[in-house]
């Protein structure tokens, strides 16, 4: 699975939105980009997932770049429950289970 | 449905001791991982089963650790004789073949002492 660069740390402010980077250059075609986030003390939680367009849940957006070595999850309204540790991922997707693997994320304190 | 269920909470154990981690996924997932989570260290993948066979156990730090899934619903993470430097939560999470979000359980604190 591809390595991903995250910025250790950012803060935003509470209402304004979260804006999270991620480089994945040496990602590979079949795979996916993944964000899953801890808040602290709990098993992390899946947010959303995508392959080359750009995504959109209930709880963030996707946006990949056209060269897919880069992406950028984005919560619209922070709020002081999206303080977390959010982790990037790059994996093979639907139809295979690749490894799941962790890098150290970066850790978004929303603050008031 | 409950989510994936682990056991116990926590666990406090002497040095030296089998510890018995146990994990049981959410029912029709038929892909199930285990994680070990330090400061030092963050979120390492130890094993992961893919129907109940193990695919990958690189991660599996030394022979004292070991792993099973005897069927669909349940699966253990050994640690035989544990030491300090096991002190760590372990999490286990599952999912299913067609869908590859993962959800996670609660995690076991395991402290060694």
């Known amino acids: 699975d591809a390595k991903t660069t995250q910025p250790p740390s950012m803060d935003c402010a509470e209402g304004r939105a979260a804006n999270l980077p991620c480089n994945h250059s040496?990602?590979?075609?079949?795979?996916?980009v993944y964000w899953y986030r801890q808040i602290h003390s709990q098993g992390p939680q899946y947010i959303i997932h995508?392959?080359?367009n750009n995504e959109t849940n209930e709880m963030a957006s996707l946006i990949i770049t056209e060269d897919r070595k880069s992406s950028t999850l984005i919560l619209p309204h922070a709020t002081l429950r999206d303080t977390a540790v959010y982790y990037c991922?790059?994996?093979?997707?639907?139809?295979?289970?690749?490894?799941?693997?962790f890098g150290k994320g970066t850790k978004l304190s929303v603050k008031p | 449905d409950a989510g994936v269920i682990q056991s116990p909470r926590h666990e406090v154990t002497e040095m030296g001791q089998e510890v018995t981690l146990r994990c049981k996924p959410i029912?029709?997932?038929?892909?199930l991982f285990w994680y070990r989570q330090t400061m030092m260290r963050g979120l390492e993948l130890l094993i992961y089963?893919?129907?109940?066979?193990?695919?990958?156990d690189s991660g599996m730090p030394e022979d004292r650790f070991s792993a099973k899934m005897p069927n669909a619903s349940f699966s253990t993470l050994k640690i035989q004789p544990s030491e300090p430097r096991d002190s760590a939560v372990y999490f286990c999470?599952?999912?299913?073949?067609?869908?590859?979000?993962?959800?996670f359980g609660q995690g076991t604190r395991l402290t060694v002492v």
């Open positions: 991922i790059v994996r093979v997707g639907r139809g295979s289970q690749g490894n799941l693997i």
């Open positions: 029912s029709g997932h038929n892909s």
């Open positions: 995508g392959l080359k």
């Open positions: 999470a599952s999912s299913t073949t067609e869908n590859t979000e993962a959800f």
């Open positions: 040496t990602i590979s075609g079949n795979e996916y």
């Open positions: 089963f893919n129907n109940n066979v193990p695919i990958d």
